[in-house]
């Protein structure tokens, strides 16, 4: 029987434990990755999102297994309401409900204990949608099996959102999470495409992924400072017409004694969606967590909404990403 997942009102994602090629992780980082864990549950983050895809070459899984480790080794208070949220991929050579099952069994030794929320990556509507039906029914499969506690979906946009709902209601499984790229800077698939009014019609809690833009929105970079690598060629288009927005995020950050990533993050709480940034570092982690405990009023979002509606060059959005 599924079960309600109660989440928190903001959790981390984990994309870059284990990511060398983007993020530049090191075996070395272990320890460290392990104190944020600590820092994150002890301040009620307790919701982790991974993907059995995360990790890079021989690192493949490698975020999964290091969720499980630090879950079992936390000493913090919260640490019963540790959630861990796993997003299965849809790999070509994945083609049935067996398939899905298999992949959740395999993140589930990784992690050493179970999924508490199971995820379909993202569709394969827009390439090969007669793949999909098989593997929603391995998801649906194991909540019946009481594997995992609920299932969500990733980078599903409203059409094709309800047709999901549909199968799922059918089957009395309900879709407890939708995450989409949402930022200041990402506004499309909640805003324009209107997920958020459907989320909230069918009870479906929406997660932010990428809610700082990739650390764009932390006011770290600019064009003369660019980060290495993928970011730095993306940060180059984008910082110069994001100008007016960072700095009306500056404004409102200086005003409320706060960071700039910490309005971007309450922003998207403001907003009733819960976001997932990343964290390598204990700095990062107390940045995160300065998002929490306070809100901006209904004036300081229309700012930032206005600003952020001038940009113009946005984020890239996930090829994956369906109407």
């Given at each position: 029987m599924p079960q309600t997942l109660t989440l928190p009102k903001m959790g981390c994602g984990t994309w870059a434990w284990g990511n060398r090629l983007l993020w530049g992780y090191d075996e070395s980082m272990d320890s460290q990755l392990q104190a944020v864990f600590n820092?994150?549950?002890?301040?009620?983050?307790?919701?982790?999102?991974?993907?059995?895809?995360y990790g890079t070459g021989r690192l493949n899984g490698r975020s999964e297994t290091l969720l499980g480790r630090f879950a079992r080794e936390c000493l913090a208070a919260n640490r019963n309401s540790i959630c861990i949220a796993t997003k299965l991929a849809p790999f070509p050579w994945r083609l049935t409900r067996e398939a899905m099952i298999s992949a959740c069994e395999a993140s589930a030794q990784?992690?050493?204990?179970?999924?508490?929320?199971?995820?379909?990556?993202?569709?394969?509507?827009?390439?090969?949608?007669?793949q999909e039906p098989?593997?929603?029914?391995?998801?649906?499969?194991?909540?019946?099996?009481?594997?995992?506690?609920?299932?969500?979906?990733?980078?599903?946009?409203?059409?094709?959102?309800?047709?999901?709902?549909?199968?799922?209601?059918?089957?009395?499984?309900?879709?407890?999470?939708?995450q989409v790229q949402y930022s200041l800077?990402?506004?499309y698939p909640v805003t324009e495409l209107?997920?958020?009014?459907?989320?909230?019609?069918?009870?479906?809690?929406?997660?932010?992924?990428?809610?700082?833009?990739?650390?764009?929105?932390?006011?770290?970079?600019?064009e003369k400072q660019l980060p290495r690598g993928l970011r730095g060629v993306l940060f180059k288009q984008i910082l110069p017409g994001a100008r007016p927005l960072l700095g009306c995020l500056e404004a409102i950050a200086r005003s409320r004694q706060k960071t700039m990533s910490q309005v971007?993050?309450?922003?998207?709480?403001?907003?009733?969606?819960?976001?997932?940034?990343?964290?390598?570092?204990?700095?990062?982690?107390?940045?995160?967590?300065?998002?929490?405990?306070?809100?901006?009023?209904?004036?300081?979002?229309?700012?930032?909404?206005?600003a952020a509606a001038g940009v113009p060059k946005t984020m890239v959005q996930n090829n994956f990403q369906t109407r």
């Open positions: 820092l994150c549950v002890g301040n009620g983050v307790t919701l982790f999102d991974t993907g059995d895809s990784r992690l050493g204990r179970n999924v508490d929320l199971v995820q379909m990556h993202w569709s394969t509507a827009n390439y090969a949608p007669w098989p593997l929603l029914d391995g998801l649906a499969d194991l909540v019946d099996r009481g594997w995992v506690k609920g299932v969500g979906l990733s980078n599903y946009g409203p059409k094709r959102l309800q047709k999901v709902y549909r199968r799922f209601r059918d089957r009395g499984v309900p879709i407890q999470t939708l800077l990402s506004t209107g997920l958020k009014d459907l989320c909230h019609e069918l009870g479906i809690q929406l997660i932010a992924y990428s809610p700082l833009a990739l650390g764009m929105l932390t006011g770290k970079y600019s971007a993050l309450n922003w998207c709480i403001a907003k009733g969606t819960i976001p997932i940034p990343g964290a390598k570092t204990l700095s990062q982690a107390q940045q995160n967590i300065g998002a929490l405990g306070w809100q901006l009023d209904t004036g300081e979002v229309a700012e930032l909404d206005k």
